[in-house]
């Protein structure tokens, strides 16, 4: 059974720093891509940033230059690091992974259960 799961959630003062992290754990046999998306109540859920298996990055154009995404392959763990934080970036935050099982697996992609950001003006 593959399971993400998140921490690092919380509340926060507008301007402040936040790190979430999510590990993946089970029989895995590789994962790919890993990322963040994020759904604020009444909203949809959206992605926030994407790192490959090889690094490369992808981000949200509202969270450009204030969020960094990393992933350590050897622990199966992707993080987040948000600065400067703002009101608007209240949501609950899901990590993601595609992965496969085994080596006969296609990818699926896997999501955590969710953990809450809440950022006070």
């Known amino acids: 059974q593959v399971q993400l799961v998140e921490s690092g959630g919380g509340l926060v003062q507008a301007g402040g720093p936040l790190r979430l992290s999510c590990a993946a754990s089970g029989s895995i046999f590789i994962i790919s891509a890993m990322g963040w998306h994020r759904q604020a109540p009444g909203k949809q859920r959206e992605l926030v940033a994407t790192?490959?298996?090889?690094?490369?990055?992808n981000y949200a154009d509202s969270v450009k230059g204030r969020f960094t995404i990393s992933r350590d392959n050897a622990k199966k763990t992707v993080y987040l690091q948000m600065n400067s934080l703002k009101p608007e970036d209240t949501a609950v935050y899901y990590c993601?992974?595609?992965?496969?099982?085994?080596?006969?697996?296609?990818?699926?992609?896997?999501w955590g259960q969710g953990t809450q950001v809440t950022v006070s003006s």
């Open positions: 790192i490959s298996s090889a690094g490369s990055t």
């Open positions: 993601n992974a595609l992965l496969a099982k085994t080596r006969w697996d296609a990818l699926y992609n896997y």
